[in-house]
């Protein structure tokens, strides 16, 4: 393996090391040290890669996040035009995140929503970092729903309505420690996206 590119498998280990303590112990109880003990990478190379120190690991650490989540709605709505309603794809996207709920005993959840909950309102770059995530995730739902006939300012709101939704119920889930959450908000998600296109938009293009 060539200098740089162990050099680059180092970073992405601790890009990783970090998103997973931030999952578990949130962005503040999670340390520098135990990032480098966790990731195996000599102590040296943490301001190596990220000179500009923590925001900037928990930075790309958002960014891992926002990637992966978004892997997983793609992969929802891949073969969309030969699957069912759209309310069930959103389904798919539920289940997808309650296995990663009950997979780590609700230890696990979005860590998106930890750092901006504790970040926004401290660091400008994390809470772009957090916007732009949720970004990424509004996007394709967006462009998807315009493909099932929403009008473009109707399939934008709904799919921002979708995220934050999925979202907040991630929340309640994680701390009621059951996925009902998530699956209550499935069924009204599927009551919503399965009315007819005329039904669903009325009203939203204004």
């Known amino acids: 393996m060539s200098p740089q590119t162990k050099g680059a498998a180092t970073k992405q280990r601790m890009v ?26 000599p102590k040296g ?7 500009e120190g923590k925001e900037q690991l928990g930075e790309l650490a958002v960014g891992l996040a926002a990637e ?19 309310g069930e794809i959103v389904e798919s996207v539920v289940e997808g995140l309650s296995q990663i709920l009950e997979e780590s005993d609700f230890t696990v959840g ?10 926004g309102a401290e660091s400008e770059r994390l809470r772009t970092a957090c916007a732009l995530a949720y970004e990424s995730w509004t996007l394709p739902v967006a462009e998807f729903l315009r493909g099932r006939g929403h009008g473009e300012a109707a399939a ?19 701390a009621a420690r059951d996925i009902q959450p ?15 296109v005329s039904a669903a938009t009325d009203g939203s293009e204004r």
């Open 16 to 41: 990783e090391s970090m998103l997973g303590l931030v999952e578990v112990h949130g962005y503040s109880g999670t340390g520098l040290n135990t990032v480098l003990a966790r990731s195996g990478a």
């Open 45 to 51: 190379s943490l301001y190596f890669h990220f000179p």
């Open 68 to 86: 992966r989540f978004q892997t997983l709605i793609s992969k929802a709505l891949q073969g969309a035009e030969s699957a069912g309603s759209t």
């Open 110 to 119: 979005c860590p998106v929503s930890v750092v901006a909950l504790e970040m």
């Open 156 to 174: 934008r709101r709904t799919a921002s309505s979708i995220v934050s939704l999925m979202e907040g119920a991630m929340i309640v889930a994680r």
């Open 182 to 196: 998530l699956r209550d908000a499935a069924r009204t998600l599927r009551i919503l996206l399965d009315l007819p």
